[in-house]
């Protein structure tokens, strides 16, 4: 099965920006639809942003949809998620996951892999 470390994670200052990645290892990333959740103290895990695995559709959530960008470089069994214009409330640890269903999930439980989370926090 699939492998995925997350990374990229940090303090920036709010208004900033950040670019996480996430490397797949053990199969061709190309074979999944790519997610990223965050879960910030307290709460429980929040979905991000989904890409299909070609990469021709994406869907984010309503906290981060026109400030985060999820997009997915195959070749290299990379995903990434740029992320600006960030606020406190983004503070949380993000974790990539893996699905292999035909449609790319929002739901949590219909992912078969995770990363081990990278930290963001935002400072004021």
């Known amino acids: 099965h699939v492998q995925l470390q997350a990374s990229g994670g940090g303090l920036v200052q709010a208004g900033g920006s950040l670019r996480l990645s996430c490397a797949a290892s053990?199969?061709?990333?190309?074979?999944?639809?790519m997610g990223w959740f965050r879960q910030a103290p307290g709460k429980e895990r929040e979905f991000v942003a989904v890409i299909h695995r070609g990469g021709e559709i994406t869907f984010y959530g309503d906290s981060v949809q026109g400030r985060f960008t999820i997009s997915r470089d195959n070749a290299k069994n990379i995903v990434y998620l740029q992320m600006n214009s960030l606020k406190l409330e983004d503070t949380a640890v993000y974790y990539c996951a893996a699905s292999l269903l035909r449609v790319p999930p929002i739901v949590e439980k219909m992912y078969d892999y995770w990363g081990q989370g990278t930290q963001v926090t935002v400072s004021s």
């Open positions: 053990g199969r061709p990333l190309d074979n999944y639809n």
